[in-house]
């Protein structure tokens, strides 16, 4: 269904801070090139009748000022909305708020750059969180929407089968992916500055563990 060495590799992964009007904040940043316009991107992660094509339906009202819900996941209000460039919106789930930021950039006339930036604030909680799982335990999430995204504009804008997803990503092909992407979570991580190599290892370890079901190292 995917080449999995294909699409680690295609994927940007960067960790770092930033200063919010809600205080001191870590960002996980994911990117990817799509063989698509800008437009058809945009209109991808934005036309309610067309995300459940490659994500999880999205109710709500997209529009600035509107709340939304990603059916079984997190919810929000959209902060901002500059088509076909960007868009933000909080991003609120378990009690806990964070945010994310889309961008939208041409490689050229038919490729389109898709960043997306989770922002979260440095809070004892957040912390403790991120010394035990780290960056990935966010990233591999959008990782893995980021697949439904690649085999969607891959088949000229068709459905993506979430059964044939859901079987894919517990398949031993499905399992390697995570295990590669996490790696590539773990090195952001100690570039990043924020984690040893020793601690790094660790947390990408229980999360790939989570992520594939299995159990993760001790010690």
Not at 21 to 26: D, F, L, S
Not at 171 to 181: I, Q
Request: overall charge negative; glycine content about 10%.
């Amino acid at each position: 269904m995917i080449d999995v060495v294909e699409q680690v590799n295609a994927v940007r992964r960067q960790v770092g801070s930033s200063t919010i009007e809600a205080g001191e904040a870590r960002t996980v940043t994911i990117s990817q090139v799509y063989p698509a316009t800008v437009e058809d991107v945009w209109d991808a992660c934005t036309n309610p009748e067309r995300i459940p094509r490659w994500f999880s339906p999205v109710s709500g009202e997209l529009k600035v000022g509107g709340r939304y819900q990603v059916e079984g996941n997190a919810g929000g209000t959209v902060e901002h909305c500059d088509p076909p460039k960007s868009f933000a919106a909080t991003w609120e789930f378990n009690g806990e708020v964070s945010w994310i930021e889309v961008r939208f950039t041409a490689e050229d006339d038919e490729r389109t750059r898709l960043e997306l930036e989770h922002i979260a604030l440095v809070n004892s909680a957040s912390l403790e969180f991120w010394d035990l799982y780290g960056p990935g335990a966010v990233g591999l999430g959008w990782d893995l929407a980021f697949i439904g995204m690649a085999l969607h504009l891959g088949s000229g804008g068709e459905q993506v089968d979430p059964k044939a997803v859901e079987a894919w990503t517990i398949s031993d092909d499905g399992k390697r992916f995570v295990g590669l992407a996490s790696e590539k979570w773990r090195d952001a991580n100690v570039e990043s500055g924020f984690a040893t190599p020793e601690a790094a290892q660790g947390a990408a370890d229980r999360t790939t563990a989570f992520y594939t079901g299995t159990e993760a190292p001790q010690g």
